[in-house]
C-alpha cells in the first residue's frame, strides 16, 4: 500500500516515505525530501497516512515518523 498509494501521492509534492518497522501495532516511518521538517507533514502523517493504513490493516494502532 505504501508504494503503490501513499509514496507516490506524497511524491507529487516532492517528498517521500520509507518504511522502517512495524512494532507492538506502530508503523515507523521515514519522511524524505520535502517531507521532512515540512509543517504540514504531521498532518500528512496522521490524517491521511496514518488513516488510510488504519482502513487496510486494523491492527495498525498508530503510525510514526522517526
Not at 509534492?13 to 518504511?19: E, K, L, N, S, T
Not at 497516512?49 to 486494523?58: F, G, Q, S, Y
Request: net charge negative; hydrophobic share 45%; aromatic share 6%.
Amino acid at each position: 500500500m505504501l508504494d503503490q498509494e501513499i509514496r507516490p501521492a506524497v511524491a507529487q509534492d516532492g517528498g517521500d516515505i520509507v518504511f522502517h518497522k512495524f512494532e507492538d501495532g506502530v508503523v515507523y516511518l521515514f519522511m524524505q525530501g520535502s517531507c521532512a521538517g515540512c509543517p504540514s507533514a504531521t498532518m500528512t502523517l496522521k490524517q491521511g497516512i496514518e488513516v488510510r493504513l488504519k482502513e487496510a490493516i486494523p491492527s495498525i494502532r498508530e503510525v510514526v515518523a522517526m
